[in-house]
């Protein structure tokens, strides 16, 4: 999709909004992982996130035909999401706010020696994994919305601050400034605190026991170590289909993308089989 001429995909949209299968198959299917990752990052978790992918492609698909190719059709979908996103109510951390404080003081007081074996014969090493992305995608959940937002369109795909302030409706300069801002919040957090990214005393693998037994993790479910992760490469020729990237670039490692799960791309292309193509022409 990335490498398509504007001839190409412009083409390719007419099609799609003329009622053509194939060619809203390839433009969905183009966009899915992007939109699952920024809905995970911002949501907190993978049953949110898969939800929330459905809505936005939904309202991708209906407002296709409004596209204009004023912005390249990544960042075009970048701002539908976002903008859902932002004020996304149904996910679970939207009822239960979290905040750096209280992350912290469960870091610091939370009863780890105290809690039996609840592992269910999993390997200790494997579920640190999963309780390790688990943490760190859940910690994003004591920013702001639209801080959380800002973090993860400069951190994760790196987008130029040009067009990430277009996305989030801002200046370039107001977009580099609270992204630094939040960067160096979300680096002093996980320097104080988090013994496998930063200096802190925290260790996955002794909080195993404590995470299942306070429904953090799931033995019998893990998503992050069950799910496919894309190559980074993929997330820069995402940001390279929007604009050249700034000087912005800071490392988080954790931020690491994943395709779509396979349930989510199952309901896409049931939806896709099932849906009059006719709401996209009339949308």
Request: aromatic share 8%.
């Amino acid at each position: 999709m990335d490498k398509k001429t504007n001839e190409e995909l412009r083409a390719l949209i007419d099609k799609a909004t003329a009622g053509d299968k194939e060619s809203l198959e390839t433009l969905v299917t183009s966009v899915q992982d992007i939109v699952f990752n920024l809905s995970l990052r911002m949501l907190g978790t993978f049953a949110d996130a898969e939800d929330a992918t459905q809505d936005i492609l939904l309202k991708m698909i209906t407002h296709l035909s409004s596209f204009r190719g004023d912005s390249s059709f990544t960042t075009w979908v970048f701002s539908i999401a976002a903008n859902h996103l932002k004020n996304y109510k149904k996910h679970m951390f939207a009822h239960h706010p979290l905040s750096f404080e209280y992350y912290g003081d469960d870091i610091e007081n939370g009863k780890i020696q105290d809690v039996p074996d609840l592992t269910q014969n999993v390997e200790k090493d494997i579920l640190a994994e999963e309780l390790k992305m688990s943490c760190t995608n859940v910690m994003l959940q004591c920013l702001d919305a639209e801080s959380r937002c800002i973090f993860i369109l400069g951190t994760m795909f790196k987008i130029d601050s040009r067009v990430a302030g277009d996305i989030l409706n801002m200046t370039p300069e107001a977009y580099r400034q609270r992204l630094s801002r939040t960067r160096k919040k979300m680096a002093d957090f996980l320097g104080q605190y988090c013994g496998e990214y930063g200096g802190g005393k925290c260790k996955c693998k002794n909080r195993v026991n404590y995470a299942i037994q306070n429904h953090r993790i799931n033995p019998l479910q893990m998503d992050y170590v069950a799910a496919t992760e894309i190559p980074m490469q993929t997330m820069v020729e995402v940001k390279n289909a929007m604009e050249d990237i700034d000087d912005l670039s800071q490392d988080f490692s954790f931020c690491k993308p994943y395709q779509s799960p396979e349930r989510t791309k199952h309901l896409i292309r049931e939806f896709l089989g099932s849906m009059q193509l006719s709401i996209i022409q009339n949308s």
